[in-house]
């Protein structure tokens, strides 16, 4: 008997002792920071690096009774900004004339992380908790993201202990080389916020909607396309037949994940500006080819390798 | 010295030279804080993921605090007291070498001979090239202009699950622009 409480205690404390090891400890910190992004109100600048280039943002969120209200504006070069009311995306382009509108299908975001996301998570990559570190001034919990293969990124993301809040990102190819990272200078959490700050000024600018939206449907897409076989993991999440902004033509748009990192298809037929090939941006990658007379698009935060074999993977039977 | 030193960093010196710089190393706290400077250079070169800042002074501090073990000694001989210093000082430079081979090997870089520390434009030459012979299949990868993409890349974003994770940060991949570089 007495052995057994010993065994007991000895089970119990080896157990806290490697507490922090325990990936579920990681999924609670990311459950966590998915909560904290879109209910927390908070104003900060941050640092977006990818290749040779950085540039500084400032960025605003609230989320009140009326929903959540965000204001996105950088710093450097050409002025750019972006807002977000709840399932409308303004996206202010640097002429500053023209303001590019993006109903968005899905009115909540996705304000908790869904069981059969951490169940992805989990097959794809290796998720623990790697230390604390400080950023912006605050303590972090580091949390580390390591893929099981090459058709997904690492990531390090760093959470503020006090409020889980994301406070800097690093997205990692298997060269190990960072590819994109975004850090927080400065934050202030929880302070006031005033509803006009994220209010977009719309007047006399010009607004590109999408022309057919507004319909409660979105349309299925066209019969006859097939994608497959995907990288591993890469499960369709969503399909929908949508007119982009500034477009005249519906395109079929098909969204691949892993639960982390998506990639979007856009199908829709060609044009004199389809151009084929492969171009990237930080941890964006986009592959275009053709397909009989349709331009495939395949765009996504995962290496070539991933957008190159979905996008090899599209084809049409009548 | 400055310039010494980063050859002591490339073991480009000979011995009476490092000998010396490490002489100097010993009683210069400023030469110290560059020696540390030009490490965390080559930290950031590699992007090696960094210990923070004062990593070093806390395993000092940790060291001072260890417990003394107090043992009875045993009889010296009498050839030793010439030959400890240097000794140690040589089992020293075999575990520091040690320790920089080992941080080198987790580095993952294919070729070790080809990471040179203090010499920055041959790190970049040497990152790009391994990149292109580590993917032949992947077709020429160009820049892309989010300017044109953009519409793709706001409905993209929509349902990519880096939104409800990151925040309203992600969209910044939406917006971000080339700028063109100048030396």
Request: charged share 20%; proline share 6%; net charge neutral.
């Amino acid at each position: 008997m007495k052995q057994a409480w010993l065994a007991c205690l000895l089970g119990f404390v080896t157990a806290s002792a490697y507490g922090a090891e325990v990936p579920d400890g990681a999924f609670a910190w990311l459950q966590r920071m998915a909560t904290a992004a879109h209910q927390l109100n908070y104003t900060g600048s941050f640092v977006y690096q990818h290749g040779q280039q950085v540039e500084t943002s400032r960025i605003t969120h609230l989320t009140d009774a009326s929903g959540e209200h965000e204001k996105l504006v950088t710093l450097d070069g050409s002025p750019r900004q972006i807002f977000r009311n709840n399932d409308e995306v303004y996206c202010f382009l640097a002429d500053d004339k023209t303001v590019m509108v993006d109903k968005h299908h899905v009115t909540t975001g996705f304000p908790a992380l869904l069981p059969q996301q951490i169940a992805d998570l989990k097959e794809y990559y290796d998720v623990r908790l790697d230390g604390r570190e400080r950023v912006a001034g605050r303590e972090c919990q580091v949390i580390y993201l390591a893929p099981k293969d090459q058709f997904r990124y690492g990531h390090r993301l760093w959470a503020d202990i006090q409020t889980g809040l994301l406070l800097k990102t690093s997205t990692w190819s298997d060269q190990k080389d960072i590819v994109d990272q975004f850090t927080f200078t400065d934050i202030k959490i929880g302070a006031p916020i005033d509803r006009n700050d994220v209010r977009p000024a719309l007047n006399g600018k010009k607004l590109i909607r999408s022309t057919g939206e507004g319909n409660a449907q979105p349309l299925p897409i066209d019969p006859g396309w097939e994608i497959g076989p995907t990288p591993p993991g890469f499960k369709k999440i969503m399909a929908v037949k949508r007119v982009l902004p500034g477009a005249s033509v519906p395109v079929n748009h098909i969204v691949f994940s892993d639960g982390l990192a998506a990639a979007s298809v856009f199908i829709e037929p060609a044009s004199n500006k389809t151009t084929p090939g492969l171009s990237h941006q930080g941890a964006m990658h986009m592959y275009t080819r053709k397909v009989a007379d349709y331009q495939v698009k395949v765009l996504g935060e995962v290496p070539s390798a991933t957008v190159m074999q979905i996008g090899d993977a599209v084809s049409f039977r009548k | 010295m400055n310039e010494q030193l980063s050859a002591l960093m490339d073991s480009e010196l000979t011995e009476a030279e490092a000998v010396r710089v490490l002489g100097a190393l010993k009683n210069n706290a400023p030469l110290n804080q560059t020696w540390d400077t030009y490490h965390l250079l080559g930290d950031a070169l590699r992007k090696t993921p960094q210990m923070s800042a004062d990593f070093g002074a806390k395993v000092m501090q940790r060291l001072a605090s260890e417990p003394t073990v107090l043992a009875p000694r045993r009889k010296a001989k009498p050839a030793s007291p010439r030959f400890a210093l240097p000794l140690a000082a040589s089992f020293a430079a075999v575990s520091l070498v040690g320790v920089l081979t080992w941080q080198m090997t987790q580095m993952n870089q294919p070729d070790q001979s080809t990471v040179r520390l203090a010499a920055a434009p041959t790190v970049q030459r040497v990152a790009l090239t391994e990149t292109a012979a580590t993917q032949p299949k992947v077709p020429e990868r160009v820049l892309f202009s989010s300017a044109a993409s953009r519409s793709y890349l706001l409905a993209h974003q929509e349902f990519s699950p880096s939104y409800s994770m990151e925040g309203f940060p992600a969209y910044v991949r939406t917006l971000s622009e080339q700028q063109e570089s100048k030396p």
